[in-house]
């Protein structure tokens, strides 16, 4: 996500030159520098979207107004999410365009990044090492090239969706809606047509958290039973 690859950029920035003032103490060249992170093209983005939606400009729609606004409004729905989540469950008919893929980078600095990542963040959620789709937007035009349509895009928890409107909107799509909240706010029924072996509102869990979840609702389902 976004949010964590900044958090691991801001971690390993600061780790580093603490690591490179303690070696010009002892009069020794710094192995190696990262540059100092800046304002991330994902947090302006962030940004932009949310005038969008203050502004009218883009349409925030509940889970629970989604299935009218797919049937009876004619819009489409974008889902942004990458394919590991969206594999567990899936809206029937949905388009699927994820804005963040898996880092194939395998340099060293990567490498520890995602080394931090599994530690703070791979274990205990399931979530890959991701960064931004650079191709995007170039592959939404490929499948919905109306820049007039109706785009209802959407993630797991409305985060990521935030910042797709925003660039769709840069490119010219004029008649979008976000999902607010996600999909992780749907209730059972909101979206009739679902495929895939999981919930649609637990989609975005992995890892050690998904096992916990699966205790809690055993738990759950016991004490009902009781």
């Known amino acids: 996500?976004?949010?964590q690859q900044c958090q691991l950029n801001r971690l390993?920035?600061?780790?580093t030159l603490m690591r490179q003032q303690k070696k010009k103490?002892?009069?020794?060249?710094?192995?190696?520098?990262?540059?100092?992170?800046?304002k991330l093209q994902?947090?302006?983005?962030s940004r932009n979207a949310r005038k969008l939606i203050d502004s009218g400009a883009v349409r925030p729609i509940l889970p629970k107004d989604a299935a009218y606004a797919l049937n009876s409004e004619g819009f489409i729905l974008l889902d942004i999410r990458p394919g590991w989540e969206r594999e567990k469950a899936r809206v029937s008919g949905s388009v699927h365009v994820p804005l963040f893929v898996?880092?194939?980078d395998n340099s060293p600095i990567t490498l520890l990044k995602k080394w931090v990542?599994?530690?703070y963040i791979g274990l205990w959620t399931g979530q890959s090492f991701t960064m931004i789709n650079p191709d995007f937007v170039g592959?939404?035009?490929?499948?919905?090239?109306?820049?007039?349509?109706?785009?209802?895009?959407?993630?797991?928890e409305g985060l990521r969706s935030v910042m797709a409107t925003s660039k769709l909107y840069e490119r010219g799509y004029r008649n979008?809606?976000?999902l607010a909240g996600g999909f992780s706010r749907a209730n059972d029924g909101d979206f009739p047509d679902l495929e895939g072996t999981e919930k649609l509102q637990y989609a975005t869990i992995g890892g050690v958290s998904y096992y916990l979840l699966q205790l809690l609702i055993l738990l759950q389902v016991v004490g009902k039973s009781k």
């Open 102 to 104: 898996k880092d194939m």
């Open 1 to 3: 996500m976004a949010i």
């Open 12 to 15: 390993l920035y600061t780790s």
């Open 42 to 45: 994902t947090h302006a983005s």
């Open 25 to 38: 103490k002892h009069g020794k060249p710094p192995i190696f520098s990262i540059s100092a992170p800046s």
């Open 176 to 178: 979008l809606g976000w």
């Open 117 to 119: 990542h599994f530690g």
């Open 139 to 156: 592959e939404v035009e490929m499948v919905v090239p109306d820049k007039d349509a109706k785009l209802l895009v959407a993630c797991g």
